[in-house]
């Protein structure tokens, strides 16, 4: 048998025997059969995918496959305009038949022409279903094409929306850095939202506009809406610029002299006691326990294994010492069409991503305990509130309420609930955890939502149906909700134990590190 590594993201490798070099090596020195690679180009994941074979190389349009987790999902994008080859919408057909991936999105990169795809009640379309529509895009007669399957989720009737900021500058820079201009190349400063940002969020505000147009009036009013943002310039815009496309200025509004836009409050805190969007900012127990995971075992291993290129990589840049975060400061750069030098090329994006991925998102919530300190308060408000929308004493009785925060607070929720897919966290991406009614019961279903461009993907919880019931809802996460979460950052931590990784994502992440 064909042993079978799979990543559910930027590689997957199906080998036909084990890989012996460095997985950081270039794909030309690696004894693999057969390889499949992806590598971000946006934060809206537009890549390229080839397949490499000991003397032949090609390339498919291919957007990131996750194949190995919960979310099972598969994109695919245009890039210019074409349509797609009939091989490579065959190869996708297939994968959604025979179960390899439970839900597709083409997009043919117009701004209507969207082809969407799920799977629906553990069951797949038929294979000529998959294949006429497959035939169909290819070809070219239609140029849209949406499939109901027939799910019946109920009617969301309140929602809460954690989302991360839109696009930004560099949080800082390198001391090699030739973009450490802040003038020149950064004139907004560090840490800030771009156009590029503001437009993300405007985007995200008005598909939001849409999904909760039926529980929302057009108007703000206090008693529908309520915005809580961390104390960051970026969360704060990011804000700002969601509510100007939730909320589009009503023809009331534009006829006013001068304010044509509707001004709505945006609530925060400083830093140090922000319990909800920065809980472990000053929690002493959960910086205890982080620093006792990094002597585990496993967290050694990652850190030694890399340690040469940890090394080199501090040396080119000037810096004294390693950190991660200099992935992020070249996909920004990047990004932007700033060629980055040269001696970047054999660690970026990997095995740089990876790394930045592993020490500064999987290992912050790899444990229970972990995630109870960073994911519990946010997603103990949410219940709270839910549970007292379904009673009636939510006071006032809002709609929505949504949440303006960081990549960090997403991976964060995501890996406390089981359902994180071990990907970078995209700007603008948002979680929708929303109260559905049917048949007069009540559910959840959380969804993520990644990209501008796409809709929703809905997310099964270990343990429960993608449609949730409240109250099996409720009972799966009470593991993750403090009592008192103040109480326990002051608790103490016991001295010698042995603290070892507990997520799945972590046994994703670190196979692409050894």
Known sequence: MIPVLSCSTALLLICQYPCQSPWYAPFHQRPCGFLVAFQNRTRDYRSSAWCTFPAQRWTLPILPADTGDDLGTIIFSSVCGKYFTLSTVLVVALLLYTGHVRSLSVDTDDDLDTISFSRACGKYFTLSTVLVVALLLSTGPVRSLSVDTGDDLGTIIFSSVIFRHGDRTILGSYRNDPYNNQTKYWPRGYEQLTEIGEDQHFKQGSFFRKRYNHILPETYNVNDLYVRSSNIDRTLASAQAHLAGLYPPTEQILAQPNIKFQVIPIHTTDLLNDKLLKPTYSCAKYKTLLTYLKASDEYQCVMNTTATVQREVAELAGDSTFSSMIYDILFVEELYGLPLPKWTEPYYPQPLENLLLFEMFITSSATKELQRLSAGPILKEIITNTKAKVKGTLNPDRKLYIYSAHDSNIVDLLQGLKVFNGILVPYASAVLIELRSKADEYFITVSYKNSTETDPYL????????????????????????????????????????????????????????
Do not use: M, N
């Not at 403090?482 to 042995?498: K, R, S």
């Open 459 to 514: 997310l099964q919880l270990p343990g429960c149906d993608a449609l949730c019931p409240l109250d099996s809802f409720v009972e799966l996460t009470k593991p993750l909700i403090p009592e008192d979460h103040t109480t326990e950052c002051a608790e103490e931590v016991v001295a010698g134990q042995e603290y070892h990784f507990e997520i799945p994502a972590a046994g994703k992440i670190a196979p692409r590190l050894l």
